[in-house]
C-alpha cells in the first residue's frame, strides 16, 4: 500500500504497521501464513496484535519467519523487536530428557534448535551440559559422581545459635528410622545418609556447645572458639567419617561396616580408626589432598593436652567396642588404664600422618580454572565487567515482565557490589539494607548481629557500606585493626541508579508477600518458598546462574560475556580483583587492600601473579627510558 517509512520500535506495533502496508487484517494474514492440518490458534495471533501477548514458542517463531517471509523482510526482524529477548523458547524437541534438565537446558538453546539435524543437536546439548550445566573441570567431575554416592551421619538435632546445623544440599537424603538403623543384617539401609543414633548426636551436640559457647562450662577448658560456619563445617565433615565407617562395604561405597549402635566419639583416639578413613578418602580419589591433612588437625584439636574435648571427656570410652582391623582389645584396655596416655600417643600419630600427607598431597580443585580466561587477561576486571555490560544489554521490559527484570538488576547488583566490595559470600550475602530516609541500624547492633548494611550517607552523599570487623571471617587480621570496613560505593556506569531502583522496586517484586528478612539481596519468592533470605548453597547456585546465563560465551546463541569462562561462585571474585591489582601495581599490599586480607594470605591463596607477568610489569618502567630516548 506505501513504501516503509518508518520501524516502529515495539514488536506490536511493528506487526501492526507492516499488516497496514501490505493491507491485511489479523485474519487474512492467518490464513495466508499458517497451513491446512496445522493447530496454530487464530486467537494466538490475535493476541499479539492486540498487545495481549508476544511469541515465545518454537511454533510462534516459525509463523512469525514466514510472516517476514511474506512481508520481504529480513530474517529475524520482529524478533529483534521483542521486550524479552533471551527467553527461552517453548516447545524444542529434547526427546526423552527430564523435565526438570529441560529447565536448566532450555535457556542456552538457539531458536532453530529444533529444526536442526540430529547430529547437530546432540553436539549442542553435549556442550551444553558439559560447559554451562555442570563445568568440565577434573574436580566438578568427581564431585558430581561422588554427590551420588550419599553415606554421611547427619545430626538433625545439634543446633547453633537456634538453627538447625545439617550437611550440604548435596548430601542430604531421607533419613533411617534408627531403630532399624541399630543392626546391620540390612546393607541397604546404610547406603545413604542417615540420622545420627541418639547417643553419637548427643556427643556431637556437647562437642558443638563447648566449642561455641561464650563461656566455657566450669571444669573444662578450650583453646579457641568455633563460628557459625565453622561448627557447620565439622558437623558435616566428621558426619561423613562416622558415615563412611557405618557405610556397607558391599555397596558402592564401600564403607567399613561399623554398626551405628557402636559408633561414638570415643573412637576418635585409636590410630587404626584414622588410618582405615585416611587410605579410604586416598582410594576414592586417587590421591590424599589438604583435606585429609585438615581432618587430621581437627583430630589434634580434640586430643590436646588441657584443652582438647575428648582429652577431657575419658567417659567416652565406655561406649567403645573392640572391632576387628581398627580397634584392638588391648588398645581399649591400655586407654582404660592411661586416658591421657593414650591421647597423648595418638595426637602424635596424627601429627605424624599429618607430616607425610603434607609430602605427598595434591590439589584437586584448582580455584583458577573456571576463571582462566578472566586471570590471563591484561586487565582481569575490566574483562570480569563485560558480564555486567551483558546483563544490561539483555535486560528485559519491567513494565512486561517484572520479576524477570527484578532478577536480572539482582544479577547485575550481585556482580557490581562484588566487584567494588571484593566481599566473602557470607558478608555479601548478609548485607543488610537501609533505605534511603530511614534511620541506619546502629554499629553496636551490626556488631550483635555480626554483618554489614547498605546505607545512605548524608554527609558523602553517596551509599555506604559499613561491616564491623567481628563479621569477618579474618576479623582478628592486621587489616582491620578492631575498626569497622567502611566504603562509599562510586556512582560509576549507572551504578546509583540500579541500586535504587532495585531497593525502591525490584527487590519488593522479588519479595512478594513473604517477610522480609532486611537483607539486599533476597531471593524470588514462589509459592513453595518458606524464606526469602538467601542461605550459603542458595546464594553460590544464584551466583552460578548468574554466570551461567550471562558470562559464559554460547557460540550457539551468540549469546553470554566470555570466551572459555567456566561457572564458578562469588568466591572466585575475589582472585580477579587481587590478580587484577597484582597485574597493575605489583604490590601484594595493596592487592590486600582490595579484599581485606594480609598481603601473606594473598601471595599464598588469592593473586595469580606468574613470573611472566612480573617480567612484563618490570619491562613496562623500563622501557619508559627507551621511549624517552
Not at 20 to 42: C, I, K, M, P, S
Not at 302 to 310: D, F, M, N, P
Request: proline share 5%; glycine share 6%.
Amino acid at each position: 500500500m506505501f513504501e516503509a517509512s518508518d520501524d516502529p520500535a515495539a514488536f506490536q506495533d511493528a506487526l501492526i504497521y507492516q499488516m497496514r502496508r501490505f493491507g491485511e487484517n489479523y485474519w487474512q494474514l492467518y490464513r495466508a501464513v499458517v497451513r491446512l492440518g496445522e493447530t496454530f490458534d487464530h486467537k494466538t495471533m490475535l493476541s499479539w496484535i492486540q498487545g495481549e501477548r508476544v511469541p515465545r514458542s518454537v511454533a510462534s517463531f516459525e509463523i512469525l519467519a514466514r510472516i517476514e517471509r511474506r512481508y520481504r523482510l529480513p530474517a529475524g526482524y520482529f524478533k529483534a523487536k521483542l521486550p524479552y529477548q533471551t527467553r527461552s523458547l517453548l516447545g524444542h524437541d529434547l526427546g526423552d530428557i527430564s523435565p526438570a534438565e529441560r529447565r536448566r537446558i532450555s535457556l542456552h538453546l538457539p531458536d532453530n534448535f529444533s529444526s536442526l539435524p540430529f547430529n547437530k543437536r546432540e553436539e549442542i546439548l553435549d556442550w551444553v551440559r558439559r560447559v554451562i550445566i555442570s563445568g568440565s573441570t577434573d574436580y566438578r567431575r568427581y564431585q558430581a559422581a561422588a554427590s551420588k554416592q550419599r553415606y554421611a551421619i547427619r545430626f538433625p538435632g545439634v543446633t547453633y545459635g537456634g538453627g538447625s546445623l545439617s550437611p550440604r544440599a548435596n548430601s542430604l537424603a531421607a533419613s533411617a528410622n534408627n531403630n532399624a538403623a541399630e543392626a546391620f543384617e540390612d546393607p541397604d539401609l546404610l547406603s545413604g545418609v542417615v540420622d545420627a543414633p541418639p547417643r553419637l548426636a548427643m556427643e556431637m551436640a556437647d562437642l558443638i556447645r563447648f566449642k561455641t559457647s561464650t563461656l566455657t562450662a566450669i571444669g573444662f577448658q578450650r583453646n579457641g572458639v568455633w563460628g557459625e560456619e565453622t561448627a557447620s563445617q565439622k558437623i558435616e565433615h566428621l558426619g561423613l567419617m562416622f558415615g563412611a565407617l557405618a557405610a556397607s562395604p558391599a555397596g558402592v561405597v564401600k564403607g567399613r561396616g561399623v554398626p551405628l549402635s557402636q559408633l561414638t566419639f570415643g573412637m576418635l583416639v585409636f590410630p587404626g580408626v584414622w588410618d582405615w578413613y585416611l587410605q579410604w578418602r586416598e582410594q576414592r580419589r586417587g590421591f590424599y589432598t589438604k583435606w585429609e591433612e585438615d581432618m587430621l588437625m581437627v583430630a589434634q584439636a580434640l586430643t590436646r593436652s588441657e584443652v582438647g574435648w575428648i582429652r577431657q571427656h575419658p567417659e567416652l570410652l565406655k561406649s567403645v567396642r573392640p572391632i576387628e582391623g581398627l580397634i584392638a582389645p588391648e588398645e581399649i584396655e591400655f586407654a582404660a588404664r592411661d586416658w591421657h596416655g593414650a591421647c597423648d600417643a595418638f595426637h602424635r600419630h596424627a601429627a605424624n600422618r599429618s607430616k607425610e600427607i603434607q609430602r605427598v598431597m595434591r590439589v584437586h580443585r584448582d580455584p583458577f580454572e573456571p576463571i582462566m580466561c578472566v586471570l590471563e587477561a591484561d586487565s582481569p576486571l575490566a574483562e570480569y565487567r563485560k558480564i555486567t555490560d551483558e546483563i544490561l544489554n539483555r535486560m528485559p521490559d519491567e513494565d512486561r515482565y517484572p520479576r524477570a527484570a527484578a532478577e536480572a538488576v539482582r544479577s547485575f547488583l550481585l556482580l557490581r557490589l562484588g566487584l567494588h566490595l571484593g566481599l566473602r559470600q557470607k558478608n555479601l550475602r548478609q548485607l543488610r539494607v537501609c533505605p534511603r530516609h530511614h534511620f541506619p541500624t546502629s554499629e553496636r547492633r551490626l556488631e550483635d548481629m555480626k554483618c554489614g548494611e547498605l546505607r545512605w550517607s548524608d554527609r558523602e552523599q553517596g551509599w555506604e557500606v559499613l561491616i564491623p570487623s567481628v563479621a569477618f571471617k579474618n576479623s582478628g587480621s592486621s587489616f582491620f585493626g578492631q575498626k569497622p570496613f567502611r566504603l562509599i560505593l562510586p556512582d560509576l556506569l549507572d551504578l546509583y541508579k540500579y541500586l535504587e531502583a532495585y531497593i525502591d522496586r525490584h527487590r519488593g517484586v522479588l519479595l512478594g508477600t513473604a517477610k522480609d528478612p532486611g537483607t539486599l539481596f533476597v531471593k524470588t519468592v514462589k509459592t513453595t518458598s518458606l524464606d526469602a533470605a538467601y542461605d550459603s548453597t542458595k546464594f553460590y547456585e544464584a551466583w552460578r546462574t548468574v554466570i551461567q546465563r550471562y558470562g559464559i560465551y554460547n557460540p550457539y546463541t551468540g549469546r553470554g560475556a566470555i570466551k572459555g569462562l567456566l561457572p564458578h561462585g562469588p568466591h572466585n571474585l575475589r582472585d580477579i580483583l587481587a590478580t587484577h591489582i597484582l597485574k597493575q601495581t605489583g604490590s601484594y599490599e595493596q592487592a590486600s587492600y582490595a579484599i581485606q586480607d594480609t598481603p601473606d594470605v594473598v601471595q599464598q591463596h588469592y593473586g595469580r601473579f606468574l613470573p611472566q607477568d612480573k617480567a612484563a610489569l618490570a619491562a613496562k618502567i623500563l622501557n619508559q627510558v627507551w621511549g624517552a630516548a
